[in-house]
């Protein structure tokens, strides 16, 4: 075979990884899903009708519109408005942003410490693996959530109240961080045991490169596949984590608001009859995460060798 | 008429870009009482002729033409056949007793479901008929190892009770897929006597498996020669051995390592890379020549190692004494070899020479410096750069996510990092060519080679310090017969050209007799004797060297 004469693209398209791509419905659907959510909520400025978060274009009257097919809906506010008269559909894209700013922060912060602890854990063996892999067993005892509460009562006690609001979404993204660490841990270390015995890092260290070296440029790329899958699917796990404790009121602020603020906000409607305030933000988020879980679990059947 | 006939059989596997025949048009015979060889490299679609006759093709393969007629009955024209067949007509043995025995049944278990399985006997009769099966295959004390589970049996009684269970309904036609490859050479042949004997006593049609000439040579009593699904040839073993007509046949019995005679070079008929004729060995200009001084460049003494298994007490109990009290030297430009069986402790020994591990007592000593005493880092990176090692598989010695290029310019730009990049270029050109593979070959991943052209690449990585000594362990066995001719051609070149020193560590001692000027046998961690290679072959001094050589399968057998 001669790759040499591919560019990219057709390397891309001759690759495994595509094949079984254009093969499975589920994941082309997901995909676009996907694509289509992370478009709208990165150029949300563009592509939503109306900036909920500008005062002046927001009027009391317009609070409570029903949805626009329903019998006092308005065309203007498709999916109706809540109590502020703030339109629905933009306010669920821009707490959409504000989820997978949060989600995806929080995973790289995990995704980089749990990797990091548990490659050179791996790596180094001994008394420093049992360390840090103790370390991981109590915190994965401790429930995520729980967790996360802990950081953010711990956040509220040392910062200011004034600067807490600006604060929120850090405290936020390293609480569920945190939390979310020790199955990166455990993965990359089992994975890093089994690359470490293989006869090219006995080559490397016998040629007389560093074990910095042998770690980041050879072992890392070799277990980059588990870690990817497990990557994923915690991402969409961050995500309802972000969303469960803006629920409970420990994460970002209403004045800006995510898909769990949004939900807790029109948790309070629901009863009167304002279904639609809560309904939209909560179908919102299940597609999101269900969309990244199908996402995941293609990748993993495709990546993992043994299912080949 | 003989007792399985196949006739024309082709297997094809569709696959996503093309469809792969892994047979074609193959007509086999065996007779009752006879030994059929089936020999051929890697992906030669031997084991996929011995899994069609049970129907054990794996999706997306299958059968796409042809007739398999045991004792009359075409087995393929009704699949519900195949079923009462295998277990009953049908008798398999498998390469590796490790995994063919499931590990939470007694064996006792197992042999009494498959009895029951196929025969009508109540649990009384099916335990005495057993029990007489275990006897028979050689097994001691069979009453009591009856309730013991796999673990407890080592590798070569594990074999023995896999064979038993391929006989324990009668069959008349046994396959033995590589039955010994898992072995070591001592145990093999009991196992091979086991199955002649067996074949004799109930008059069975055998189907043996395996890539190796030695097996065949001393086994066998007509042979298929198969190679890319096709059948190459098929006659008496005598007859192909001796004269072939084909002339892949020719090449591959010219590629065995004779077991009785030392030759130079291995006579290459197909050769896997076909642009190069001969070795060029590029890299001679670059190199800093040693003169061969007659001087011991390496000097083990005392080697000890052992391995605790022990983390939380210190008391000795758990540990291994892999290797105990080894001591030997190597003079410059000589290859010495290490022989021993698996768990001799030969590996071990090489990596504690190349520094990957430290010896728990006992010195080596490196152009008369202790290497095993040195802490620091940058005194360590001037032996690195002298001693180098080639691996056994080719598939995990390579790093799969690293162009050609980066694996080799990574210990080139470590030892030299001021290199400026066209001469890094050159220098890597050169290693390839050196090895003979062509530039292109650079740009491209490791997955794209064969494990010949992988070894390849591994021995120019190796190269690109200059190093002095060269630590080959088990450099072929994970590889063909010809590839193996032509990887040990192209060491012996590298070693002639460059004069460099080899630890060359193998089991197979026909391949060790080509190589090697002296030759340390090892055996549980001891060793037995060092000896020069003709001393050693023609008259050992030590029981076990004598053992070994009596034992190992010889090509030549077949003149005798």
């Known amino acids: 075979m001669d790759n040499q004469g591919l560019t990219l693209l057709n390397r891309i398209k001759d690759s495994d990884i595509y094949f079984s791509f254009i093969k499975s419905p589920t994941a082309i659907v997901t995909a676009i899903i996907l694509l289509i959510i992370f478009f709208c909520s990165f150029f949300v400025e563009i592509v939503a009708p109306f900036n909920p978060f500008d005062p002046s274009s927001l009027s009391l009257m317009d609070a409570f519109t029903p949805p626009s097919w329903s019998e006092d809906g308005v065309t203007k506010f498709f999916l109706g ?60 005892t401790v429930p995520s959530i729980l967790m996360a509460l802990l950081v953010d009562g711990i956040a509220r006690g040392i910062i200011s109240k004034e600067l807490h609001n600006e604060m929120a979404i850090y405290v936020l993204i390293f609480a569920i961080g945190i939390s979310e660490w020790p199955q990166f841990a455990r993965v990359s270390r089992a994975a890093t045991l089994v690359e470490k015995n293989k006869d090219y890092v006995s080559a490397s260290t016998i040629i007389g490169v560093s074990n910095i070296t042998i770690m980041f440029k050879h072992i890392l790329p070799n277990i980059l596949r588990p870690i990817l899958v497990i990557g994923t699917i915690g991402l969409a796990l961050a995500i309802i984590t972000e969303s469960t404790l803006s629920f409970l009121g420990v994460g970002v602020p209403p004045t800006t608001p995510s898909l769990g603020t949004l939900i807790r906000i029109g ?42 | 008429m003989s007792f399985l006939k196949i006739n024309n059989l082709s297997v094809d596997y569709e696959m996503r870009r093309e469809t792969v025949y892994a047979a074609k048009n193959v007509n086999i015979d065996v007779n009752r009482g006879e030994i059929l060889g089936l020999v051929g490299e890697s992906g030669s679609g031997k084991s996929t002729v011995g899994n ?42 498998f390469q590796d007793p490790q995994t063919s025995l499931n590990p939470i049944l007694t064996i006792g278990e ?21 029990t007489n099966l275990l006897k028979e295959v050689g097994i001691k004390d069979a009453e009591i190892r009856f309730n013991n589970y796999p673990h407890q049996f080592s590798g070569g009684m594990r074999q023995r009770v896999v064979i038993s269970l391929a006989l324990c309904c009668e069959p008349e036609l046994l396959i033995a897929d590589e039955p010994t490859t898992a072995l070591d050479v001592s145990i093999q042949s009991q196992i091979l006597d086991l199955i002649k004997r067996l074949t004799k ?47 892949y046949t020719r090449s591959l019995i010219s590629s065995v390592p004779p077991t009785n005679k030392k030759i130079s070079r291995f006579k290459i008929i197909e050769k896997e890379n076909k642009s190069q004729s001969d070795t060029n060995i590029k890299i001679l200009n670059r190199w800093v020549k040693k003169e061969i001084s007659n001087k011991d460049l390496v000097q083990v003494k005392n080697l000890s190692k052992t391995f605790d298994d022990s983390f939380f ?64 880092n940058k005194e360590m990176m001037k032996f690195r750069k002298q001693i180098q090692m080639i691996f056994q598989d080719p598939y995990s010695s390579l790093n ?35 090895v003979e593979l062509s530039r292109q070959s650079a740009n491209r991943y490791p997955h794209e080679f064969s494990g010949g052209q992988r070894q390849r690449i591994s021995i120019a990585r190796a190269l690109a310090t200059q190093p002095r000594l060269l630590v080959c362990d088990e450099p072929t066995s994970a590889l063909d017969v010809s590839i193996q001719a032509q990887i040990l051609n192209l060491l012996k070149d590298l070693q002639e050209q460059l004069n460099l020193t080899i630890l060359f560590i193998s089991h197979d001692l026909p391949v060790v007799r080509q190589m090697c000027d002296r030759i340390a046998v090892l055996k549980n961690g001891k060793l037995c004797e060092v000896a020069l290679t003709e001393d050693l072959f023609v008259k050992p001094t030590h029981n076990y060297t004598k053992e070994l050589l009596t034992l190992m399968p010889k090509i030549e057998s077949i003149y005798n």
Not at chain 1, 93 to 99: D, H, T
Not at chain 2, 202 to 229: C, F, P, W
């Open chain 1, 267 to 308: 948790n309070d409607f629901l009863f009167s009859g304002e279904w639609w305030i809560t309904f939209f933000p909560a179908i919102f988020l299940v597609i999101l995460a269900f969309s990244i879980n199908l996402l995941g679990d293609w990748m993993r059947d495709t990546l993992n060798p043994k299912l080949n």
């Open chain 2, 313 to 376: 007490t210190e008391s000795s109990k758990n540990s291994v004494m892999a290797v105990n009290d080894v001591s030997f030297n190597i003079k410059e430009g000589q290859s010495f070899g290490l022989v021993g069986e698996s768990g001799s402790g030969k590996s071990t020994i090489a990596k504690m020479i190349v520094n990957l591990f430290r010896p728990s007592s006992g010195e080596i000593y490196f152009n008369d410096i202790c290497i095993t005493k040195i802490k620091s």
């Open chain 2, 110 to 130: 197992q042999l009494i479901e498959t009895i029951q399985t196929h025969l009508n006997l109540n649990t009384d009769d099916a335990r005495s008929k057993a």
């Open chain 2, 201 to 247: 006593e109930r008059n069975l049609a055998v189907i043996l498996i395996t890539h190796d000439m030695g097996v065949i040579a001393e086994t066998t009593d007509r042979v298929a020669v198969m190679k890319n699904g096709d059948l190459v040839e098929i006659g008496p073993t005598k007859e192909i051995l001796t004269k072939p007509k084909e002339i």
């Open chain 1, 81 to 140: 408005t809540d109590g502020q008269g703030r339109d629905m559909l933009s306010t669920i894209l821009y707490g959409s942003r504000i989820s997978l700013i949060v989600g995806f922060s929080a995973i790289l912060f995990s995704l980089v410490l749990g990797v990091t602890l548990g490659l050179t854990a791996g790596y180094f063996g001994g008394k420093y693996e049992m360390v840090v892999m103790r370390f991981t067993d109590v915190q994965l």
């Open chain 2, 400 to 434: 799969g996510r690293l162009k050609v290029k980066d694996i080799v310019s990574e210990p080139i730009k470590l030892h030299n990092p001021s290199i400026s990049s066209i001469d890094l270029d050159n220098y890597i050109n050169d290693l390839l060519e050196s």
């Open chain 2, 52 to 93: 069609a006759i049970i129907n054990l093709i794996d999706e997306p393969g299958k059968i796409s033409n042809g007739s398999i007629v045991l004792d009359g009955i075409n087995i393929l024209e009704d699949p519900e056949n195949i079923a009462k067949y295998r277990g009953k007509k049908i008798g398999l043995i």
